[in-house]
């Protein structure tokens, strides 16, 4: 063996540097698994929504909120406290990194990974990186949970998706190697040390965690988490019906608090279990939907009850602002009373 052959003489390997992107590194697979999960699921999502191509935009939102929902890959892997822990499915710690609500959100979360990975990646070598990165990412669902405990976030229902969690963690990690590494803004245009940004962008996330903005370790879609009505939205049952008498409940709703009320809190004393829905028509015309339903359920006193409904929605945007409720309200009353 000569002596260039031997390990101290050989000359070391130059470490990937700030942005130096390789095609086989794991920050390069990180950013293409995450584009091409939004790809398919804007795709899939797209071809649901075509039965509804040719209806307004307001009426269009209103089916993918009701019927639709959301994308199929977002659906099966966002994360909440009952997805992931009350339905035990774990899997939701690692999946709802790779999930984000919008092309805005992607593009500033891969951004973020294009500059700090590369450094943090050639540091920790590939194996310590990708599990570095996806611990972080879970901690940041973790966060969430302890958000909801003490009653910043609302809901347990409320989704959460997107790789910001991951990527501070990256963050953090990349300005405790290089703390005074010197880095250009991309707006403004000014030099800074990498650990003074760091700090900007931790407090930053801090204050939008507090004040319960958007992409905080990840993305809430508020849309799920709350009914799609706007705050002064009106709904009008026929007067007298079996239900609101039933329940000792006005058939004249004024609010979205009275709605929320009458849906999650009355409803289900009369409906107690079995409840099924079998939408028969549905039908729009500009901000105007139609939706014609048989529903079925097990009542309070053991009995069963089975009645038709016509629904008129008007739609604001993409909220019910006047709901107009239609029923067979002798049928109603004979399965309710007798």
């Not at 669902?141 to 989704?159: C, E, F, H, I, S």
Request: charged fraction near 15%; glycine fraction near 8%.
């Amino acid at each position: 063996m000569g002596i260039y052959d031997r390990d101290y003489y050989r000359e070391p390997q130059p470490r990937r540097q700030w942005g130096n992107f390789s095609p086989v590194s794991v920050t390069t697979w990180l950013i293409a698994i995450n584009v091409l999960v939004f790809v398919i699921d804007a795709f899939l999502h797209h071809q649901a929504m075509q039965p509804y191509a040719r209806l307004s935009r307001a009426a269009q939102r209103y089916f993918e909120l009701t019927q639709v929902g959301p994308p199929p890959l977002e659906r099966w892997g966002y994360f909440s406290l009952t997805t992931a822990i009350t339905h035990l499915q774990l899997w939701r710690f690692l999946t709802f990194q790779f999930l984000h609500a919008n092309l805005g959100h992607l593009f500033a979360n891969m951004l973020g990974l294009y500059f700090f990975g590369p450094l943090v990646e050639s540091y920790f070598g590939a194996r310590r990186y990708i599990a570095f990165y996806l611990f972080c990412g879970s901690a940041g669902a973790a966060t969430y949970l302890l958000l909801l405990m003490v009653g910043m976030l609302q809901g347990p229902d409320v989704p959460l998706v997107g790789a910001s969690a991951g990527i501070f963690g990256v963050l953090i990690a990349g300005a405790m190697i290089a703390p005074n590494l010197t880095v250009m803004l991309l707006f403004p245009p000014i030099p800074i040390k990498f650990k003074y940004l760091a700090l900007g962008l931790v407090a930053y996330a801090t204050y939008v965690a507090v004040t319960n903005g958007p992409n905080a370790g990840g993305q809430t879609a508020p849309e799920k988490g709350s009914p799609p009505i706007q705050a002064d939205s009106v709904v009008l049952a026929p007067e007298g019906n079996a239900t609101a008498l039933a329940l000792n409940y006005t058939n004249h709703m004024v609010g979205r608090d009275s709605i929320v009320r009458f849906l999650t809190q009355e409803f289900p004393k009369l409906f107690v279990s079995d409840v099924s829905v079998e939408f028969k028509g549905m039908y729009a015309d500009g901000n105007t939907v139609i939706v014609e339903e048989r529903m079925r359920a097990t009542l309070s006193n053991g009995g069963s009850y089975d009645n038709d409904y016509c629904f008129f929605f008007t739609l604001s945007g993409d909220r019910i602002s006047f709901v107009r409720e239609y029923m067979d309200t002798q049928r109603g009353a004979k399965c309710i009373f007798g």
